[in-house]
Every structure is written in C-alpha cells, then in structure tokens.
C-alpha cells in the first residue's frame, strides 16, 4: 500500500508539472494550492519532484546550447559586419528623409489647402440641400400672408395646414422653423378674428339689406298672384306661362311648347325685360361662408354656429319690433313686412346654400317665435286703425305677406285665421265711415219726396233704387216719387259696403259660400247697427218736424221692401242660392221696421208738444160771467194745425194716421181736463164753464169731421166723452140724476168721476161766495144755495166711498 500510494503521488505530481508547464502562469494559483490541499508533506515531494525537473530541463538547455554555439558565433561576426553597412544606410536614409521632407513640405500646404475647399464645398452643398427642403415652407409662409391680404383665408389656412404637416417637420431642427411653427396659431387667431369682423360687418349690412330682399321677394310674389289670376281667366285658352319665383335661385317657366323660358323671356309686358333678382344679387353671402369654411377648417364650428344662431335671433328680436307709428301709414307696414320677409329669405338661403349652420328646426322656432309677435303686433296696431282703406291695405300686405313666407315652406294659417280678426276691425272701420255716410245724407236731404221730369231723370232715379209703382208708372211727368232723396242714396251706399266688403274677401282662399256668409253678416251688421242708429238719431232731433218725420216713415217702408233685392244682389255675386241651409238672412226688414216704430212714437210725441204749446196759449178768464158766444182763438189755430197734419199723415202706410189722429185727441181731452182741475186755479164761473163748453164742442165737431179716413162711427168722438159728461151735468145742473143713477151701467153721466165733479163744483162755490154770482138766487131761491150744499156733501161721501 505503500509503493502504492508513492507512486499515485509521483503520477499526480507529474500531472501538475505539466500542467505548469502548459497553463499560463495566471492560472497557475489553483494548481499550486492543490497541491497543499493533497496529502500532508506532500510539497516537499512536490518541490523535490520539481527540482529534479529543473535540472533535467537545464540539461536539456545546455546540451542545446551545445549543439548551437557554433552557429551563434557565425551570426554574431556576421552580425559585426552588417552593422557598419547598416549605419551607412541609416545616413542614406536619413539624407533622403530629409530631401523628402522638404520636397512634401509644399505639396502638404496644397493638399491641406485641397482638403478646406473639399470641406468648403461639402458645406456648400449640404446648405443647398438644407435650403432646398426650407424654400417649399418660407413660400408656403410668404403665400400664407399673400392670401390673408387678398382675404382668401380658407386658401391661407389650407397653407399653413399643409405648411404644418409637410414642410416643418423636415426642417424642424432649425430656429426659424420653430419660429414659424409659433406664430401659425397667432395667425390662425388673427384669421379668426378677421372673418368674425367680416361676419359681424354682415350681420350688420343684413339688417340694411332686409327690407330690399323682402320688398322684391313680396313683388315677386304679389307679381306670381296677378300672373295666377291672369292664367286662370285665360286657362281655357290653353296658351299661357306658368312662372315659379324664388329669391334663392333664378326663375324658369314653362309654355305650352315645352320650351324652357328664363326670367327675361317671361311675366308681365311692362317688366318682360327685367331679370328676376336673387338673395344673392342683392346681398353679398361670402363673408359668411368664408367664416364658416375657416372656422370648419380649425375645428371650431360649433362655437361659429352658435354664435351665428345667437345673432340672428337677437336680429329677429329687432326686426319684429314695430315703429310706434306704424298704424298711422300703410308704408309703415310695408317697411314691417318687407324687413321680416327680408329676414326669412336670408335663413332660408342660408339653410340650403350651407350644411348645417342653421336647421329646419332652427328656422321654424324662429319662424314660431316671430309669428306669435307678428300676429300681437298687428292685433295691437290694426286696432288703432280707424280708416277701412288702410285696414284694406293692410289686409293686402298680410295676404302677399303670407303667400311670400308660404312660398319658403313657412306655414302660415295662423295669419289668414288673424285675417278674419282684422276682418271685423275692417267691418267696424266700414261701420264707423258708413255711419258719417249717412249722418251726411240724412243732414243734406229735404225730406220731400223726389220730384222727376222727364223720363231720363225717372229712369236714373229707378236705376240706382228698385223702385216700382203701377200707378206712379201711368202717371205723366212731371211727376212726384213718394220716397226723399235719401233713399237711393243710402241703397247705393249700401251696396257700396257689400264691394268694399268683396274687397276684404279676395284672396282669402274661401269658398263662395263663406264669402256670401261674410257679406250678410257685414250688411246685416250696417242695417242693424249703422243705419238703425243714424235712424234712431235722426228721429231724435229737435229739428225734425211732423212733416219730417212722416217722410221718414215713407223712407224706411220702401227700403224695407228693398231688402230681397239687396239679398238678390250678393247671390248675383257669390252665386250662392238663397235656399242654401247655412244662408244668413237680412235683418233690413226687422231695423226699418224698428226705426219705423221709433218714428212713429216721436210722432205722437211731437204732435203732443205741439197741442201743449198751443194749450199754452190759452187765456181763459175763468171769472167771467157769462161766454163769448164763440170757440177761442188758441183752440181754433190749433184745430187748423191738426187738420193740416193729417192730411199730410194720409200717405202714411196701415194705420199710423188713425192712431196718431186719435193720440192727439185723448192728448188734447186730457189736457183741456187738467186745465180744468189745475190746482192752482182756484176759482171758476158758469161763464167759464159755458166758454169751455164752447171750445169742446169745437174738439167735438173736428172728431166728427173725419180728419183721418178710416174711422168706424163716432170713435173718435169718444176721446171727449168724459169732458162732455163733465160739462153737460155743470152745465144742465142734473145733479139728481147723477146722483140717482150713479154706478149704474147705464147711467147718463157714466164717465164723471165724483172726486173730477167735487173738486169741480168746489171752485163753483168758492166762486159764488167771493163774487156773488147766485146771490140773486139765494134771495129768489135759497133752495139751489142748500142744494149745491148737499150735492157736495153727499159727493164728498161717495169720494170717501171709493177710497174706503
């Protein structure tokens, strides 16, 4: 085991050797400490192998080194030889190095001379390549600020977009690239502001611009109105042009040989050579798309549409606001008009020329909004209007008005609904100019029927008033017509309020039976309002006479009677059957008939003043003893005037003159009655009472004559019976059989109040005690004295009687 172990030890100790002696000596640590890490004492082995190694290897050498001596003797003398050559060369070679040098010395100046002007020119080319890629964005810059001069501001944006995406980013290394890439949004602010200046200036131009577009968008229209109506009345025909007008593009026609027709070949002859004009002839719409068209390009067009929305209803605030005069003149309206339509043509041509910047939406809220204060400002103004021709005007504006805005797709029923408001006003205004009409027809007429000629002036009078008469007709000229002046006068006037009436109704888009409903309610209205109230006024006057007052009962007969041919006329206009369910009638007949009535109570009203004012005159001496043997005066001159009045009253119509005759009788037995038993007259004669009885018998005799025809027996005599019973009991004394008979229905003195014959018999007996009338009867027969006594008695006991 141990020649074992000695001999691995010597194989290890030969591997380690070699390794030594093949590893560099960097790694030579390792296996040196492995050496240690063997077997104890094994170094000194180690280093004794180790030393035996060396000096086998120096050996080695020396037998080399043996082996060799000769030849490194050989090449140290040869070596001895070549050095003196090598020193003479080393001189040859420094002398050429020498003369090289200073031969290369110029040759070096050149070549660095030759190397600048290389890099100068490389330089130089590369500056070129770096201009060449500026050049493209300095021009883009330098067109930029051309094109924001000639305010073509799309096309700079689209520059400096292009200037931005393209051409900086190749040079953005450089200064003046950053610069630029600075200052495009300043400039794209500066753009900005410029087009929304531009904006603005147009905003406000608009507003100047408005009230032209909407006057030639309203002829227009009102032109393309007349056109229609022309084509109607000459459709059958079959040769007409039919022209479609709109300020938002030019206007064609079509004929009947299917060749297209411009504008300048069509309308009417006046205007056959005039060019339709457009929006945008007469209001310059660049700013607006400029602006928008920049705004879109910068991403802002929701801030430029919001602010052009907010602006133009500012403007529609401003436009619908009236002038405060407005009402007095119809240019007024027009200018109100025009600017509206001015306004509406704009957002419409807006609305389609552009994508977006305003909706259908947004112009029909404006459109609602300004409707709503369009029909409060006209309601509130067209009140004010008291002239039917301005209130027509206006009606005329709001159709063209209407059929303009239509034309653009606006609705507008609201309007024609608030055509019938100023209808009535319209009406009204008629009523109001109808009833100075007629107050000047009725101050200016003579109230005395018309007198007529010759046949020409009869058949003018026959022409303007249906009047008809069998036995007037037979009658030869000269001739009297019972009617006045007035008459044909007002059925002419009144018809002229049915054409005025017509004239409100054109246009209206109404049927015939609509119209025909319009035009009897407007008559209906003048009857029974105007007329019935000038009429009612007219017989008001104090002026007005019997004789007045008679005629105009004549008057209002005959226009009575010409109601259904007032009725046949508006049929021969709207041709409408009067037999239609929902025809209105005429109410001429119920207020003729009404200011007849009214005629006839001021009648009677006035003939009673006049028997008061004759009663007035009456001066009776009511202490006289006895009578003049005749009828007085006052009572006389009246009874004249009565028969003069009635044989006025016999041309009026049914019974009018009876019932007068006999109103004017009981008024004047009333009155002679009251006389009698005035309290203030406190005394009375039997020669007063025979003077009365006189002037009764007068009253008796003209209700007998018969003053008016048509009287049965002694009916009007009746209107004096109870003053005839008065006077003939006083007056034959018959106090017995009043007495004795009273109450009885066939008592003589049936009519004789006791308190009238009391109160009577009382001023009798004061009488005869002041003046002693029957004092020569109380000496001869003091019985009549007691009597009259007891017939006081025994009637203040019959008064007591009917009051208990």
């Known amino acids: ?46 280093m004794e192998k180790l030393d035996a190694r060396i000096r086998n290897h120096d050996r080695e050498i020396e037998k080399m080194c043996n082996f060799h001596h000769q030849g490194f003797v050989d090449a140290i003398t040869e070596l001895l030889k070549v050095r003196a050559d090598a020193e003479k060369l080393m001189g040859q070679v420094t002398d050429t190095n020498r003369r090289l040098q200073e031969a290369g010395r110029e040759v070096t100046a050149q070549t660095e001379e030759v190397i600048r002007c290389r890099i100068q020119q490389r330089n130089m080319a590369t500056t070129v390549e770096k201009l060449h890629l500026c050049i493209p964005g300095s021009a883009a810059v330098r067109v930029a600020i051309y094109t924001v001069c000639l305010y073509r501001y799309y096309a700079a944006l689209k520059t400096m977009e292009q200037l931005e995406k393209v051409f900086i980013p190749r040079v953005s290394q450089y200064r003046f690239c950053q610069i630029m890439a600075e200052n495009l949004p300043r400039l794209r602010e500066e753009i900005k502001e410029i087009s929304m200046s531009d904006l603005k200036d147009f905003l406000e131009s608009i507003r100047k611009h408005s009230d032209k577009v909407g006057h ?23 040769h007409y042009t039919k022209p479609v007008y709109s300020l938002n593009g030019r206007t064609h026609s079509h004929t009947h040989y299917g060749r297209l027709l411009t504008a300048d070949e069509t309308g009417d002859e006046e205007e056959a050579d005039e060019e339709i004009l457009t929006a945008q002839d007469l209001v310059d719409f660049s700013p607006v798309y400029r602006c928008l068209h920049i705004y879109t390009v910068l991403g802002d067009r929701e801030t430029f549409e919001n602010y052009y929305r907010k602006q133009r209803k500012k403007q529609a605030r401003l436009v619908l606001q009236p002038q405060a005069n407005m009402h007095e003149t119809v240019e007024g309206y027009r200018r109100y008009f025009n600017q509206i339509v001015g306004f509406f043509v704009v957002e419409d041509h807006i609305l389609h020329a552009t994508q977006g910047l305003v909706t259908r939406a947004f112009t029909d809220e404006l ?35 209407a059929d303009t805005l239509q034309g653009y797709g606006f609705p507008v029923n609201r309007l024609f609904d608030l055509l019938f408001e100023v209808r009535d006003q319209y009406n009204e205004t008629l009523l109001k100019k109808w009833a100075l009409v007629f107050r000047w027809i009725f101050e200016l007429d003579n109230y005395s029927p018309i007198p007529v000629e010759t046949e020409e002036e009869y058949i003018l009078v026959v022409s303007r008033f249906p009047f008809h008469d069998a036995e007037i007709e037979k009658q030869d000229f000269p001739k009297k017509l019972p009617m006045s002046q007035s008459v044909p006068q007002i059925y002419t006037q009144v018809k002229e309020l049915i054409y005025a009436s017509l004239k409100f109704s054109e246009s209206l888009h109404r049927s015939s039976t609509e119209i025909d409903d319009m035009l009897r309610k407007s008559t209906n209205l003048l009857l029974t309002r105007t007329l019935s109230s000038c009429l009612q ?144 007259l406190k005394q009375i004669s039997m020669g007063a009472i025979q003077q009365f009885n006189l002037d009764v018998i007068q009253c008796e005799l003209f209700a007998s004559s018969e003053p008016v025809p048509g009287f049965q027996g002694d009916t009007l005599q009746l209107a004096f019976i109870d003053l005839r019973q008065l006077l003939d009991l006083f007056m034959v004394w018959d106090w017995s059989t009043y007495l004795a008979d009273y109450g009885q229905p066939t008592s003589k003195y049936l009519r004789v109040n006791p308190a009238t014959a009391l109160a009577l018999l009382e001023k009798m007996k004061d009488t005869s005690k002041k003046n002693n009338i029957f004092s020569q009867f109380r000496k001869n027969d003091r019985d009549k004295q007691k009597l009259i006594e007891t017939v006081v008695k025994q009637l203040r006991s019959l008064v007591n009687g009917m009051s208990s």
Not at 7 to 35: F, K, M
Not at 218 to 231: D, E, L, P
Not at 380 to 395: A, F, G
């Open 367 to 401: 459109w609602n909004m300004a409707l709503s204060k369009i029909i409060a400002v006209l309601r509130t103004h067209s009140s004010y209007c008291d002239d039917p021709d301005l209130v027509l005007e206006l009606k005329n504006l709001i159709v063209i008005f």
């Open 1 to 46: 085991m141990a020649e074992n172990e000695t001999l691995e030890c010597i194989t290890e100790h030969e591997r380690i050797l070699q390794e030594i002696e093949s590893t560099d000596t960097a790694c030579v640590g390792p296996t040196l400490r492995s050496i240690y890490d063997d077997q104890p004492n094994a170094h000194k082995r180690f």
């Open 537 to 680: 006024n007219l017989i008001k006057k104090p002026h007005i006479g019997l004789t007045e007052l008679v005629q105009i009962i004549i008057n209002t007969t005959h226009l009575e009677q010409a109601c259904k041919y007032l009725e046949e006329f508006i049929t021969n206009i709207t041709n409408v059957s009067p037999e239609t369910v929902h025809t209105t009638r005429l109410y001429g007949l119920s207020t003729f008939k009404d200011a007849r009535h009214a005629a006839e109570g001021e009648i009677y009203t006035k003939l009673n003043q006049k028997i008061d004012e004759f009663i007035q005159l009456a001066d009776y001496e009511w202490g006289m003893a006895e009578s003049d043997g005749r009828a007085s005066g006052y009572l006389m001159d009246l009874i004249n005037f009565l028969r003069s009045t009635f044989q006025v009253f016999t041309h009026l119509p049914g019974k009018v003159a009876q019932t007068a005759c006999m109103s004017a009788c009981k008024h004047l037995s009333t009155s002679l009655m009251q006389m009698l038993l005035d309290t203030e």
């Open 216 to 238: 030639t968008a309203m002829r227009q229209a009102q032109q393309h109105r007349t056109f229609n109506s022309a084509v109607a009345k000459q459709a059958s025909m079959g």
